[in-house]
T-cell receptor, first 112, second 115 residues
């Protein structure tokens, strides 16, 4: 079946540290891949996406590359800020129903 | 302008009651969704509607019934509430049915607490 595996959190970093959040997935067909972010007390919002192999999605200093051979879509940022503290969700979109496959996300806490 | 709005933001009620959560989107999207997020942040789709037609109906108790009066609204009615229904419920919408790479836009969530 379709599923996503993210590294368990919480991940605690100091400001300006390098961030990697690993994501691997199983999905039928050739899914589009998304990273969503949920700030405290808010709904999810799109962070970045990639639609085909080797595509790199980027936004707000975050990047992720669609790796079809390893079915991975790891999120990276070179220098995190306190304002990046949030829950991050990797989500492949499966099939033709628009169904996003979510896991439990990874909580990131950035300390000054 | 709020793209996807939900009411109420908080809902506290007792077991056995019936309650509804409303969702509206002003983005002109054809597809709307309901998700449930548990206390561990795990997010799971419950339903999706496209142009008022039910497309996705995950394994959800039949106490949960979505209703779409028009394509801009998707309400969630819950009968005979149970303690395990306590969660945050998110509404979302998207431009397409899923054949493309369009993103989903999420509402702010409704925190339901059943006592």
């Amino acid at each position: 079946g379709n599923s996503v595996t993210q590294m368990e959190g919480p991940v605690t970093l100091s400001e300006e540290a390098f961030l990697t959040i690993n994501c691997t997935y199983t999905a039928t067909g050739y899914p589009s891949l998304f990273w969503y972010v949920q700030y405290p007390g808010e709904g999810l919002q799109l962070l970045l996406k990639a639609t085909k192999a080797d595509d790199k999605g980027s936004n707000k200093g975050f990047e992720a590359t669609y790796r079809k051979e390893t079915t991975s879509f790891h999120l990276e940022k070179g220098s995190v800020q306190v304002s990046d503290s949030a829950v991050y969700f990797c989500a492949p979109k499966a099939g033709n129903t628009g169904k996003l496959i979510f896991g439990q996300g990874t909580t990131l806490q950035v300390k000054p | 302008d709020t793209a996807v709005s939900q009411t109420p933001k908080y809902l506290v009620t007792q077991m056995g009651n019936d309650k509804s959560i409303k969702c509206e989107q002003n983005l002109g999207h054809d597809t709307m969704y309901w998700y449930k997020q548990d206390s561990k942040k795990f997010l799971k789709i419950m339903f999706s509607y496209n142009n008022k037609e039910l497309i996705i109906n995950e394994t959800v108790p039949n106490r949960f019934s979505p209703k779409s009066p028009d394509k801009a609204h998707l309400n969630l009615h819950i009968n005979s509430l149970e303690l395990g229904d306590s969660a945050v419920y998110f509404c979302a919408s998207s431009q397409d049915l899923g054949r493309g790479s369009y993103e989903q836009y999420f509402g702010p969530g409704t925190r339901l607490t059943v006592t």
